[in-house]
C-alpha cells in the first residue's frame, strides 16, 4: 500500500430540468467519492479543475476544499459530495486534481482522471 494516496471515483449526470439546449445551456451534476487508500491520514486542501466543452473551449477552475469542505480522510475513509457545471454544449469533458497534505506534513497532488459530461438522448443533436 502506497504511503500517500486517494482513489477517485465520478458519476456524472445530466440534469435537463435546469438546462436550456435553446439557449445552449447544459446543466451537469457530479459526484466524488474520494478514498484514502494510503497508509497516512490526509487532508484535501484544494481543487484544480480544467472543464471543456464540444467547441473546444476549456474553463479553469481553482479553489480551496471542495463544496465548503476541506476533508481529513485516515486510511481507508472515504469524502463524497455532489457537485455540478454548466456548458455551452451538450457534451464536455472535466478532469483536475485535489491538493493534499498529509498529518506527517507531506504534501501530494492527487489526479482527477477525465470523465465525460454527456447530455445523451435528452439533448438536440448538431451535425458539422
Same mark, same amino acid.
Not at 500517500?4 to 435553446?22: G, H, I, K, N, R
Given at each position: 500500500?502506497?504511503?500517500? &494516496?486517494?482513489? !477517485?471515483? !465520478?458519476? %456524472?449526470?445530466?440534469?435537463?430540468? &435546469?438546462?436550456? %439546449?435553446? &439557449?445552449?445551456?447544459? +446543466? ?5 467519492? !474520494?478514498?484514502?487508500?494510503?497508509? /497516512? %491520514? ?5 481543487? $484544480? ?7 473546444? &473551449? ?5 479553489? =480551496?476544499?471542495? !463544496?465548503? $469542505? ?7 475513509? +472515504? ?17 483536475? +486534481?485535489?491538493?493534499? /497534505? ?10 482527477? %482522471?477525465?470523465? /465525460? =459530461? ?7 443533436? /448538431?451535425?458539422?
Amino acid at each position: 500500500m502506497p504511503k500517500y &494516496q486517494f482513489t !477517485v471515483d !465520478v458519476e %456524472p449526470q445530466y440534469l435537463p430540468e &435546469q438546462s436550456a %439546449p435553446d &439557449q445552449d445551456l447544459y +446543466s451537469f451534476a457530479y459526484t466524488i467519492t !474520494v478514498t484514502n487508500a494510503g497508509e /497516512v %491520514p490526509a487532508q484535501l486542501i484544494a481543487r $484544480h479543475w480544467l472543464i471543456g466543452n464540444a467547441l473546444g &473551449q476549456t474553463e479553469e477552475v481553482k479553489g =480551496l476544499g471542495v !463544496v465548503g $469542505h476541506q476533508p481529513l480522510l485516515g486510511p481507508g475513509e +472515504s469524502f463524497q459530495y455532489t457537485s455540478g457545471c454548466r456548458l455551452r454544449t451538450a457534451t464536455g469533458t472535466m478532469r483536475g +486534481s485535489y491538493f493534499c /497534505v498529509a498529518e506527517d506534513g507531506e504534501r501530494f497532488e492527487v489526479e482527477i %482522471p477525465a470523465f /465525460v =459530461l454527456d447530455a445523451g438522448d435528452d439533448a438536440p443533436r /448538431v451535425l458539422h
